[in-house]
């Protein structure tokens, strides 16, 4: 049975850091490429959009360059998402999600596209962040 299950949300002032884990399971974590997406409130109808994603063609929207940092331990089994100098624009639930090298994925080597959902049929639940000003 596959899990991705997250933790370390919370709230924050802004300027703070905060640290996501997501802790996978039951799919081959090694051969995945596994990220983070989120999904602010209000804006439902956007759905959620990948803000860094890692694996062969690594992922960072340019909202988070410089302030987000990815990170794994050995064969992938968590996922880490270090966020420092948090804005309120931050404020979302955050998503971890994998997904495998399938043809046509955002997953294999060499990607030139951005990730989108459809790449990744792996989910977490969410954690909530929330960035106070």
């Known amino acids: 049975q596959v899990q991705l299950a997250e933790s370390g949300g919370g709230s924050v002032q802004t300027g703070g850091s905060l640290r996501l884990s997501c802790d996978a399971s039951?799919?081959?974590?090694?051969?995945?490429?596994m990220g983070w997406f989120r999904q602010a409130p209000g804006k439902e109808s956007e759905g959620v959009t990948p803000i860094v994603i890692g694996g062969p063609n690594s992922y960072y929207a340019d909202s988070v360059k410089g302030r987000f940092t990815i990170s794994q331990t050995y064969a992938k089994k968590t996922l880490f998402l270090q966020m420092n100098n948090l804005k309120p624009e931050d404020t979302a639930t955050y998503y971890c999600?994998?997904?495998?090298?399938?043809?046509?994925?955002?997953?294999?080597?060499?990607?030139?596209?951005?990730?989108?959902?459809?790449?990744?049929?792996?989910w977490g639940q969410g954690t909530q962040v929330t960035v106070s000003s």
């Open positions: 999600a994998a997904g495998l090298p399938f043809p046509g994925s955002w997953c294999r080597t060499g990607v030139k596209r951005s990730p989108v959902k459809s790449d990744f049929p792996y």
């Open positions: 039951g799919f081959d974590t090694g051969a995945s490429c």
